[in-house]
C-alpha cells in the first residue's frame, strides 16, 4: 500500500520556519540547477520569486500584476485582461514543473507546485506510491464517458534492444507523449514511470492505452506505438518510427515522435475522438456530459451539415449552463456562432457580438488554451481588427510552437490576417508530419496562391477541398477557373455554388470580404467569378 500523503510543508510557525524554508530553498536550487528543468530565464525568476516571497511569509502579496511588474518588467499600467503575460508563462512553468518531477525529480525529498488559478507555490513532503498499488488488474472496469473525460494511461516502454543504456529513451518517449497530450484539455493522462513507480493522473481505471517499445539494428533504432481500447480490449492503432542511433539526435527524435503520434490520436479528428464519438450520437442532448458535446462540435465542423450544426449548437448551451466554468465550451460556442455569422449557413441568429463575448471568457477562463486564443483570432477576423487577431496568432503559437495539433490552425488564421510568410509555412509544416490535419488550411493556401497570382496552383489547392456542403468549395473553384480562362468548368462549378447558396449574388461581396481582408485579393476573385457569369450585386 502506498504511504499517506504528508500535509504540505508550513514554514509560517515560528519554531518551524528556518528549517522548513531551507528545506524548500535547497528543493528550488536542485530544481533550477537540474538539466530537466526545462523552463525560460525569466521563467526560473519567477519560480524562485514566488518562492522567496511565500516562505518569508508574503504569499498574499502574490497577485499577478505583482509577478508582471517584479519579474516581466510590466510597468504600472499593466492589466492582466489586455497583457497575458503572466497567466501564459506560469502555464508554461507548471509544465516545466511536471516534467521535472516526472522524469528527474521523483526521489527529491519536497515538491513544489504552483497550483493552476493562483501564483503561490505549495510545498510537498513527496510520497512513494508502491507498484502493486497502481498495477493494472487483469480486469480493466469500464470506464463511460459520463464518468469523465476519456482518460489515457500511458505504459512504460518496452526497451527491446538489449542495450540498457538505451533505457533512457523508452523512459523519455512516455514522459514525452504524456507531457504532449496534457497541452489539450480533451484527454486526462496518466503515467507510469519505467522504475516502477508511477502516480496517478486520477483514481479511475484509463479508457486507452498508449504503449510500445524500442528496438534496434546495426544502425537504426525503431518505435513501435500502438493504442488500445480497454472496453473492447482491442487494438485500434498502430504506428512505426526510426532513427539512426546517434544518441545527440535522440532526444529530438523523442520529441518527433511524442508530437507525430499525439497530432494522430489526440487532436480532433484523431483515434480517440474518432473511437468516442458513434457512442453519443442517439443520446439526447440533455444526457450528454461536456466532452460529449465537445465531440458534437467536432462532428459538425467535419460536415457543415444542418442536422449536425443544430446537433452540436443545442448541446453546448447546454453544456455552457451545465459546466459554465469550462472555457473550452465557451470557445468552442463562440466558433460556431461566428462561422454561422460569418457563412450565413442556417437559420438562426448567431450575432458576432455574442460570439465574441463566448470567446472573451474561454480565454479568460483558459488563457493558456491555443485552442481559446485562435477562436478569439477568428472572431477578431470578422470584426475586423486584424493586427489584434495576428496577435492572437502569435500568443497561441508562443504556448506551443511544436503544436501538430494546432499547427495548420494558427496557419490558417495567420495568411487570412496578411502573414504570407510564416502562415502557409505552418500550414504546410502541418501537411507533411499530421495526416489529420485540418484540411479547411487549404482555403488559406488558395487565398495565398491568388494574392501571388499563380492561379494554377491556386487550381492544385482547389483539389484538397473536402467540404462539398460548404459553398466556399464551388465559390474558389469557379474563381479559379475563370482566372484561368476555363469558363466552361467555371460554369459548372458557380452552378453548384447557387443551388448551395441560392442568394450569392446578392450577399457574395459581403461574405468573401468577411474572409478575404486584401482589396487586391478580392478584386482578383470577383473578376474570376464575374469571368464565369457569376456578378456580384
Known amino acids: ?109 519536497i515538491r513544489i507546485d504552483i497550483p493552476k488559478g493562483t501564483y503561490v507555490p505549495t510545498f510537498y513532503d513527496q510520497a512513494r506510491v508502491d507498484l502493486d498499488e497502481i498495477a493494472l488488474s487483469s480486469r480493466i472496469p469500464e470506464v463511460t464517458l459520463t464518468d469523465s473525460w476519456p482518460s489515457v494511461l500511458i505504459r512504460p516502454f518496452q526497451n527491446m534492444t538489449g542495450d540498457p543504456k538505451l533505457n533512457y529513451v523508452a523512459a523519455g518517449l512516455a514522459t514525452e507523449l504524456a507531457m504532449e497530450i496534457t497541452r489539450y484539455q480533451d484527454i486526462r493522462v496518466l503515467l507510469f514511470s519505467p522504475e516502477g513507480r508511477g502516480r496517478r493522473a486520477q483514481d479511475k481505471a484509463a479508457r486507452f492505452i498508449v504503449h510500445g517499445s524500442i528496438r534496434k539494428d546495426m544502425a537504426q533504432l525503431k518505435v513501435d506505438v500502438n493504442l488500445l481500447d480497454t472496453r473492447t480490449h482491442m487494438q485500434i492503432w498502430g504506428d512505426t518510427h526510426q532513427s539512426n542511433l546517434e544518441a545527440a539526435q535522440m532526444f529530438a527524435f523523442q520529441e518527433q515522435v511524442a508530437q507525430v503520434v499525439v497530432a494522430k490520436i489526440a487532436g480532433e479528428y484523431g483515434i480517440i475522438a474518432k473511437a468516442l464519438s458513434g457512442e453519443s450520437k442517439k443520446r439526447p442532448p440533455t444526457d450528454l456530459a461536456t466532452y460529449e458535446a465537445i465531440l458534437r462540435y467536432y462532428e459538425f465542423n467535419a460536415s457543415f451539415s444542418e442536422e449536425t450544426f443544430f446537433r452540436a449548437y443545442e448541446a453546448l448551451r447546454l453544456a455552457s449552463e451545465r459546466e459554465p466554468d469550462c472555457g473550452m465550451v465557451w470557445s468552442l460556442l463562440a466558433r460556431l456562432y461566428a462561422g454561422n455569422y460569418s457563412l450565413e449557413l442556417f437559420d438562426l441568429e448567431t450575432p458576432l457580438a455574442e460570439a465574441f463575448s463566448f470567446a472573451e471568457r474561454g480565454v479568460q477562463l483558459d488563457p493558456a488554451n491555443q485552442r481559446a486564443r485562435l477562436i478569439r483570432a477568428y472572431v477578431l477576423l470578422f470584426r475586423n481588427e486584424i493586427s489584434a487577431g495576428l496577435a492572437e496568432c502569435n500568443r497561441a503559437l508562443a504556448l506551443n510552437p511544436n503544436s501538430l495539433i494546432f499547427l495548420e490552425n494558427i496557419g490558417y488564421m495567420m495568411t487570412l490576417l496578411g502573414d504570407w510568410e510564416c502562415g502557409p509555412t505552418l500550414i504546410r509544416k502541418a501537411i507533411e508530419f499530421n495526416p489529420y490535419y485540418s484540411v479547411i488550411a487549404h482555403y488559406a493556401l488558395w487565398v495565398d496562391w491568388v494574392r501571388q497570382g499563380d492561379y494554377q496552383e491556386a487550381y492544385l489547392e482547389t483539389q484538397n477541398f473536402r467540404t462539398p456542403l460548404l459553398f466556399w468549395d464551388s465559390l474558389l473553384k469557379a474563381a479559379t477557373f475563370g482566372l484561368l480562362g476555363r469558363h466552361e468548368e467555371g460554369k459548372l462549378a458557380a452552378e453548384t455554388l447557387l443551388k448551395l447558396k441560392p442568394d450569392f449574388p446578392t450577399r457574395g461581396q459581403v461574405l468573401i470580404q468577411h474572409y478575404i481582408k486584401f482589396e487586391e485579393i478580392v478584386a482578383r476573385v470577383f473578376d474570376g467569378l464575374g469571368k464565369v457569369g457569376l456578378d456580384l450585386d
Not at 23 to 30: A, E, F, G, S
Not at 51 to 67: F, H, L, M, P, Q
Not at 80 to 94: E, G, N, Y
Request: cysteine-free; charged content about 30%; aromatic content about 8%.
Open 1 to 109: 500500500m502506498a504511504k499517506k500523503e504528508k500535509p504540505p510543508l508550513q514554514p509560517h510557525p515560528d519554531q518551524d520556519r528556518g528549517l522548513a524554508a531551507e528545506k524548500i530553498q535547497k528543493q528550488l536550487q536542485r530544481i533550477l540547477s537540474s538539466p530537466e528543468f526545462h523552463a525560460s530565464d525569466r521563467q526560473r525568476e519567477f519560480l524562485e520569486f514566488v518562492v522567496t516571497e511565500t516562505i518569508a511569509g508574503r504569499d498574499n502579496e502574490i497577485k499577478g500584476y505583482t509577478v508582471a511588474t517584479q519579474v516581466f518588467g510590466r510597468g504600472e499600467d499593466f492589466d492582466q485582461a489586455i497583457d497575458p503575460i503572466v497567466s501564459i508563462q506560469a502555464h508554461q512553468l507548471r509544465r516545466a514543473l511536471e516534467r521535472y518531477y516526472l522524469v528527474a525529480g521523483e526521489g527529491d525529498p
